[in-house]
């Protein structure tokens, strides 16, 4: 059975730098896709960005250039730096990973947790 387990989460100041973890374990072949989403309270969860296996990735407009996502195949663990936070960007994030577990199988979606990120003003 496929866990994503995530980590780093936090309250910080608007400005200020946080960064989350979320590391896969269990029956994994392969992880084609990871990413992060977040939704905050009252609306739907939205992408925040992904990133494929060659390092490729893709962001929401609301967060290019202040958020990084990167991740570390050999640990199977998907990081997302968040640097200059505002308070719109309270949310829960959830880590996500499309993953396959037997060489036979295709490939399935995983859902972490959930991190609480709090940006006060």
């Known amino acids: 059975q496929v866990q994503l387990v995530e980590s780093g989460g936090g309250q910080v100041q608007a400005g200020g730098s946080l960064r989350l973890s979320c590391a896969a374990s269990?029956?994994?072949?392969?992880?084609?896709?990871m990413g992060w989403y977040r939704q905050a309270p009252g609306k739907q969860r939205e992408l925040v960005a992904i990133?494929?296996?060659?390092?490729?990735?893709n962001y929401a407009d609301s967060v290019k250039g202040r958020f990084t996502i990167s991740r570390d195949n050999v640990k199977n663990t998907v990081y997302l730096q968040m640097d200059s936070l505002k308070p719109e960007d309270t949310a829960v994030y959830f880590c996500?990973?499309?993953?396959?577990?037997?060489?036979?199988?295709?490939?399935?979606?995983?859902w972490g947790q959930g991190a609480q990120v709090t940006v006060s003003s």
């Open positions: 269990g029956s994994i072949f392969s992880i084609r896709l």
């Open positions: 996500n990973a499309a993953i396959r577990e037997s060489w036979y199988s295709g490939y399935n979606n995983h």
């Open positions: 990133i494929i296996t060659d390092g490729s990735a």
